[in-house]
């Protein structure tokens, strides 16, 4: 069955880094793009960008052009996403979530989220 | 890229029909055939319920249906059960490659 496991929930400090993983199985890693969204407290749902595990492809949401990079590893089928100088502003939840292979949109599986706290 | 309009709450009895409206532009809603559907109880994380504007995914209700016109999406829960009350929550493919969600949709089960 399709699995999105993702990496346990991180605190940092702001202006720190924090690289998510999410480990894929149950499906053809390299055949389904990956989109990460995410989700403050309270609040709705942000896309990310997407990686396209075949390629190593990405696009990345304007507002966090410069700051986030989106890897994969085909060996062992894990996407990542790093996002750096953080602020208390990107505390959220962060979702990896599977498309198909033609980018719609369509993500029917998602990881269980993990949970980014940034306080000092 | 601006984040799709959605009304901030909806609701209905058991049995009732109710339709969440999401409003884009031209490029994005009304651009592209790539309008999806989410449903998300608390806590939980989201889950697909419709994709590419009508598409119903394996395992989803046909009480939940998709349509579009012009810059505006629809998702319609036509028979309300108590277990749709969650956020929904659409999205699109947008020019340059991109997504956009809406703001989300909370649907209240009289």
């Known amino acids: 069955q399709v699995q999105l496991v993702q990496s346990g929930g991180e605190v940092k400090k702001p202006g720190a880094s924090v690289k998510v993983s999410c480990k894929a199985s149950?499906?053809?890693?390299?055949?389904?793009?990956i989109h990460w969204v995410r989700q403050a407290p309270g609040l709705g749902l942000e896309w990310m960008g997407w990686i396209n595990p075949n390629s190593g492809g990405t696009k990345y949401a304007q507002n966090f052009q410069g700051r986030v990079t989106m890897t994969r590893d085909t060996s062992i089928t894990i996407a990542y996403m790093e996002l750096n100088r953080l602020t208390s502003d990107d505390t959220a939840i962060y979702y990896c979530?599977?498309?198909?292979?033609?980018?719609?949109?369509?993500?029917?599986?998602w990881g269980q989220g993990t949970l980014v706290t940034v306080s000092s | 890229q601006s984040a799709l309009t959605q009304p901030a709450s909806v609701s209905g009895s058991p049995g009732q029909s109710i339709t969440i409206s999401c409003t884009g532009t031209s490029n994005d809603v009304g651009g592209y055939n790539y309008v999806s559907w989410h449903q998300q109880h608390p806590g939980k994380a989201p889950k697909l319920m419709i994709s590419e504007v009508t598409n119903r995914p394996s395992g989803v209700p046909d009480r939940f249906s998709g349509s579009k016109s012009g810059n505006t999406a629809s998702l319609t829960i036509s028979g309300l059960q108590p277990e749709d009350e969650a956020d929904y929550f659409c999205s699109s493919f947008a020019s340059t490659g991109s997504f956009v969600f809406a703001t989300g949709t909370k649907v209240t089960v009289l």
């Open positions: 149950g499906y053809t890693f390299s055949a389904s793009y």
């Open positions: 979530a599977r498309d198909t292979s033609k980018l719609v949109g369509a993500t029917d599986y």
